[in-house]
Nanobody, 124 residues
Framework: QVQLVESGGGLVQAGGSLRLSCAAS????????MGWFRQAPGKEREFVAA????????FYADSVKGRFTISRDNAKNALYLQMNSLKPEDTAVYYC?????????????????WGQGTQVTVSS
């Protein structure tokens, strides 16, 4: 069992930066592939970034590649998402997710645990 709590969201101007954090509890965190997803009003939840259990492999949606960086600190049971050069279209609720397996996937349905989400709003 893994419990996830996101923080770090807020209001930022276009071109600005935010760093999201996800605090995890549970004995299986270090062996779980993790991901960030987002959901804008009226849209489906979409993949943003994912990271392998050891942090050696990362994957990004094309829309955020080169602007966002996912990382994790297993010693602190923490997952991060550094977001730079933010655009209005990045506005959404951002969710941290974990899966029971170590294989990194990008489909929301394949993740087993979810946080409550944190709002990110980018003004133009």
């Amino acid at each position: 069992q893994v419990q996830l709590v996101e923080s770090g969201g807020g209001l930022v101007q276009a071109g600005g930066s935010l760093r999201l954090s996800c605090a995890a509890s549970g004995r299986t965190f270090s062996s779980s592939a993790m991901g960030w997803f987002r959901q804008a009003p009226g849209k489906e939840r979409e993949f943003v970034a994912a990271i392998s259990w050891g942090g050696g492999r990362t994957f990004y949606a094309d829309s955020v590649k080169g602007r966002f960086t996912i990382s994790r600190d297993n010693a602190k049971n923490a997952l991060y998402l550094q977001m730079n050069s933010l655009k209005p279209e990045d506005t959404a609720v951002y969710y941290c997710a974990a899966r029971k397996g170590i294989v990194v996937v990008t489909t929301p349905a394949q993740y087993d645990y979810w946080g409550q989400g944190t709002q990110v709003t980018v003004s133009s």
